[in-house]
């Protein structure tokens, strides 16, 4: 099994893979606990990622439900002071080696 720290540094490098850069993991913003803080600098924008695992057949990005979902959105505001923010939802299916990653745009 995958310890947390390990898994967010697995996403990290996918994530840097897709041109991000990783500002900060599992950082309190605005009361929100937030998986990955990235920046998207040819954009010009942060990207609030939250990271969803699943070891069942249910997708991970179907577990992030509307209140969940705001919250991110309060830590996103807090964030676009100086540029435009996106949040990202990272499904990571647990059930082969390597896990499968899955991203999806909110």
Do not use: Q, Y
Request: glycine share 4%.
């Amino acid at each position: 099994e995958l310890c947390n720290m390990r898994l967010l540094a697995i996403i990290a490098a996918h994530l840097v893979k897709h041109d991000l850069r990783i500002v900060a993991r599992n950082r309190r913003i605005a009361g929100v606990e937030v998986d990955i803080v990235a920046a998207d600098d040819a954009r010009n924008e942060w990207v609030v990622v939250e990271v969803k695992t699943t070891t069942t057949g249910t997708p991970g990005e179907r577990r992030v439900d509307r209140h969940r979902l705001r919250r991110l959105e309060r830590a996103a505001s807090t964030l676009g002071i100086d540029r435009s923010v996106r949040i990202m939802i990272v499904a990571v299916g647990l059930l082969n080696t390597p896990p499968e990653i899955r991203i999806f745009e909110v």
